[in-house]
């Protein structure tokens, strides 16, 4: 069974539109991010959470906020969708939250495709 | 910003033989950690090596860093076809912030 769930699996969106990306963990951590990659850039950093605060942010844009509604929980939600955030979107989880040193478990990623 | 790289953006070897995979990174770090990621899958952590150490081992896997040159390598013996994957580092310069990866070496290992 997969421990951290993604949802959807694949997405496609207009430009323009937005989405929310779903992600939930059950290995009972407390710390949770968001990475992209797509053919263009390496698996990109993007946000992460600790104990639902966010903890370190490398996203320029406002369009991408994510949302936190329980420990483990972490959407994201992307508005004014562009061609460009075509990507697959990986969520991951790690124990406890203070990153140092930790092991990441990532999720099977939601492949958005922006027309 | 990407604070750790891989040297080769793809290698290829043939079942049975050794590879080695090779990352450089820009700043001072804590820890260094490989992942793999194979196809239409999230990465996976192989290895996670801490700056007072200079080997780490994990099965078939072998991983050095050097702290002087900023280096690491991840060494695996005797591969096999299902190590096809593209195998990542990923460096924290600081305890407060997430990993961040290098661009990553693609392996395949052929029949």
């Known amino acids: 069974d997969p421990k951290i769930i993604q949802k959807p699996k694949y997405l496609v969106a207009v430009t323009g539109s937005e989405k929310i990306l779903i992600c939930e963990q059950y290995l009972g951590h407390n710390a949770m991010y968001w990475y992209r990659q797509s053919a263009k850039k390496p698996l990109e950093f993007m946000f992460s959470y600790s104990y639902q605060k966010l903890m370190d942010n490398q996203t320029a844009s406002s369009r991408f906020q994510p949302q936190s509604s329980k420990k483990n929980h972490l959407d994201l939600q992307i508005t004014a969708l562009k061609p460009d955030d075509s990507a697959t979107y990986f969520c991951a989880s790690s124990q406890t939250g203070g990153f140092s040193n930790e092991r990441l478990f990532f999720g099977h990623g939601t492949k958005l495709s922006v027309l | ?111």
């Open chain 2, 1 to 111: 910003s990407q604070l750790a790289e891989e040297n080769s953006w793809a290698l290829s070897v043939h079942e049975g033989e050794s590879v080695t995979v090779n990352c450089s990174y820009k700043t001072s770090i804590t820890a260094l950690q490989w992942y793999r990621q194979k196809s239409g899958k999230g990465p996976a952590q192989l290895i996670l090596i801490r700056s007072n150490e200079r080997e780490k081992r994990n099965g078939r896997l072998r991983a050095t860093l050097d702290t002087s040159s900023q280096s690491s390598s991840l060494s695996i013996t005797a591969t096999r076809c299902e190590d096809t994957a593209v195998y990542f580092c990923a460096t924290q310069p600081h305890n407060n912030n997430a990993p961040r990866f290098g661009a990553g070496t693609k392996l395949s290992v052929k029949p």
